[in-house]
T-cell receptor, first 113, second 116 residues
């Protein structure tokens, strides 16, 4: 089975802190994604990566950056956390190929106070 | 631009009832893919089904069935004889071939509660 693991399930950070959310997948997938989930808005794509060191902005990249130094690991970085970034963050991965299934991790609940 | 609409924000039924979750999508692509995911309270999105735009056959998997109709741009999901374990948030999603990688666009989700 595909396994997407997010390092932290629950985090509480202070405004202005730098926050790292880590994600690891064990299926050698080319694509990795970071989504944000908010009530009434569904899931929105922040960034995705289709190869090591490659990244593309999603629909809501402002305030975020990403890093992919190894194929299995994709990090989401909040350079200076703000309260409006309090949310559920979901990492996902998929093999290369159109229409392939995207597999999700369990999510990280981030609260910025 | 692509869009997915799940008009039902919340549905509550009694166990053993049948329930249908609606999904309407918008796309200009002729090649696209539709998905349903289940999100239980634990938070992880669980993949349920994928359908490509060229395959309009309905699908049944146990108590779950899906009705894909291109004429109405709908991809509805029916649970027959619902059970308490079906309680979750369900998301419909769309990806377009013209977008390259499988960027999913999600609907707002439908929270389904099955009462004993």
């Amino acid at each position: 089975d595909v396994k997407v693991t997010q390092s932290s399930r629950y985090l509480v950070k202070r405004t202005g802190e730098k926050v790292f959310l880590e994600c690891v997948q064990d299926m050698d997938h080319e694509n990795m994604f970071w989504y944000r989930q908010d009530p009434g808005l569904g899931l929105r794509l922040i960034y995705f990566s289709y190869d090591v060191k490659m990244k593309e902005k999603g629909d809501i990249p402002e305030g975020y950056s990403v890093s992919r130094e190894k194929k299995e690991r994709f990090s989401l970085i909040l350079e200076s956390a703000s309260t409006n970034q309090t949310s559920m963050y979901l990492c996902a991965s998929s093999p290369w190929g159109r229409g392939d299934t995207i597999y999700f991790g369990e999510g990280s609940w981030l609260t910025v106070v | 631009a692509q869009k997915v609409t799940q008009a039902q924000t919340e549905i509550s039924v009694v166990e053993k009832e049948d329930v249908t979750l609606d999904c309407v999508y918008e796309t200009r692509d002729t090649t696209y893919y539709l998905f349903w995911y289940k999100q239980p309270p634990s938070g992880e999105l669980v993949f349920l089904i994928r359908r490509n735009s060229f395959d309009e056959q309905n699908e049944i998997s146990g108590r779950y069935s899906w009705n894909f109709q291109k004429s109405t741009s709908s991809f509805n999901f029916t649970i027959t004889a619902s059970q308490v374990v079906d309680s979750a948030v369900y998301f419909c999603a769309l990806s377009e071939a013209s977008q390259g990688a499988q960027k999913l666009v999600f609907g707002q989700g439908t929270r389904l509660t099955i009462n004993p």
